[in-house]
């Protein structure tokens, strides 16, 4: 697949002058646009903090295939039903959710899991596998036991669960998911999703780590969470997160081609021109500050001539 050539100035933020990436080569750019335009591939769901009043929570969506037999990877599921609502506005129908990586068992990022199996419990054709690591795996079956009881036996085999292992791959559809271990004072992982020669990789939350930074190398799309601007770096890392400079500084070491930040605080405590200011002056690639329903075309590779 590939990330399809063009200009969105509107998103993304340009770098000071002497340091802009150079545009236009065979690889293109990624595209950003109205979650309601074109059919979206890769959308960002919810972009804020645990206590982000203005956004919603953390959850992506990678529509592998579209169409009546649709097939979305989730990763992570926002703080609650706001999950539900913003897969409708998305246009991502509920029964093409056929895969849910969870990153880490906080509300802000497991909340919505509950919400969704009921709701998928009522669709007959749903049937879904969810991907954790092994201590989150146990707390999310907690986690159900304690809100909904039940909820696994309604979907029988239709819900099926995966251990998964840092460092390890394994398929969804024709894209290929690593999870990779970071750093957020308890269990948290990371995932690195290709498909084709394309490569989008999420970091989940986390302070800088040498795990993340290995698997971000030669990403297309680096989607990298930031707490606030480097002043409030000694919290950010005690709170197990990173600021935007760490995360521009990540890309760069990384060679990463495009940084999108997100799980970002409430703008009276984080400005968002400060934290892209702040990224921009370190990062050279394009860098963007998602917001909700962010929607990147990633399109199947033409052959070259
Ligand atoms: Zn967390
Ligand atoms: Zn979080």
Same mark, same amino acid.
């Not at 109205?34 to 074109?38: C, I, S, V, Y």
């Not at 991502?92 to 056929?98: H, N, Q």
């Not at 190398?217 to 297309?220: H, N, T, V």
């Given at each position: 697949m590939e990330i399809r050539a063009h200009?969105? @100035?509107?998103h993304w933020i340009p770098a000071p002058a002497a340091r802009q990436a150079p545009v236009g080569d065979r690889h293109g750019e990624p595209r950003i646009r109205?979650?309601?335009?074109?059919p979206p591939r890769v959308v960002m769901l919810g972009t804020g903090d645990p206590l982000n009043h203005e956004r919603a929570q953390a959850s992506l969506a990678f529509q592998l295939r579209e169409g009546a037999d649709g097939e979305t990877l989730l990763i992570d599921t926002s703080s609650g039903t706001i999950l539900l609502g913003q897969l409708r506005a998305a246009g991502? @129908?509920?029964?093409?959710?056929?895969h849910v990586c969870i990153s880490h068992r906080h509300f802000d990022h497991a909340g919505g899991l509950a919400p969704l199996l009921v709701a998928l419990s009522a669709i007959p054709e749903a049937a879904v596998t969810v991907h954790a690591p092994p201590a989150t795996r146990a707390a999310l079956h907690d986690l159900l036991a304690a809100s909904i009881p039940g909820v696994e036996r309604w979907l029988g085999p239709r819900l099926q669960w995966s251990t998964v292992t840092p460092g390890r791959a394994f398929a969804v559809g024709d894209a290929t998911v690593t999870p990779f271990a970071v750093e957020h004072g308890l269990e948290c992982v990371g995932f690195r999703v290709e498909r084709g020669s394309r490569s989008i990789v999420y970091s989940a939350d986390t302070r800088p780590c040498a795990s993340l930074s290995a698997h971000a190398?030669?990403?297309?799309l680096l989607i990298h969470e930031a707490y606030g601007v480097q002043a409030t770096a000694d919290e950010a890392h005690h709170l197990g997160h990173a600021t935007a400079a760490d995360a521009a500084r990540m890309a760069h070491a990384a060679g990463v081609r495009h940084l999108l930040l997100t799980h970002l605080r409430s703008s009276r405590l984080a400005r968002p021109q400060a934290l892209g200011a702040e990224a921009a002056a370190i990062f050279s690639g394009r860098l963007a500050l998602a917001t909700d329903l962010t929607t990147i075309a990633v399109e199947p590779v033409r052959p070259i001539p």
């Open positions: 200009d969105d @100035a509107d109205p979650a309601n335009a074109l991502i @129908a509920l029964m093409s959710i056929r190398e030669g990403a297309d």
